[in-house]
């Protein structure tokens, strides 16, 4: 059996578990950094393609919103076109938030990738992104409702 899922898991979970530590003060909890982040990097992104992009169901997406919506980290405004459309945007607040955020990533990265040179760095990177692609198929697959065949 391929250790490989189980190490990329354990990272995972050891820095989502740090981050929840270290955001807990600015009243950011369960993951909702990576909400806020996306929504900086992308201003006026639809709930549903930020799911999307950070792999998650909607309604987790918009559990996850409404409570950076509640704190004031985020804001929801309609559509020019689609009134029905609400587009995000981080507030002040978020933005602030976002460069603490920003230079906690850059300390982790630096950490996890101790030792490693820059070649190996690219290496690990083009591995995980081709692995990134093959989950996404089935994430796709299981997300319309689909059964995988083990």
């Given at each position: 059996?391929?250790?490989i899922l189980r190490e990329i898991g354990m990272i995972a979970r050891a820095l989502n578990s740090?981050?929840?530590i270290e955001f807990k003060e600015y009243n950011l909890t369960k993951g909702q950094y990576l909400y806020l982040v996306r929504i900086y990097e992308s201003p006026g992104i639809i709930q549903e393609k930020l799911a999307e992009?950070?792999?998650?169901?909607?309604t987790s997406?918009?559990?996850?919103?409404k409570k950076l919506e509640i704190n004031g980290f985020i804001d929801k405004k309609e559509d020019e076109v689609n009134?029905?459309?609400k587009r995000l945007f981080p507030t002040e607040k978020g933005k602030k938030?976002?460069?603490f955020i920003i230079s906690e990533h850059i300390y982790s990265n630096s950490i996890a990738l101790k030792g490693f040179s820059e070649k190996e760095e690219k290496t690990?990177?083009?591995l995980l992104?081709?692995?990134?692609?093959?989950?996404?198929?089935d994430w796709e697959f299981v997300k319309k409702g689909n059964k995988r065949n083990y």
């Open positions: 059996m391929s250790e740090i981050s929840n992009m950070i792999k998650v169901d909607r997406a918009a559990r996850a919103i009134k029905k459309i938030v976002y460069n690990i990177l083009n992104r081709r692995m990134r692609k093959n989950v996404e198929k």
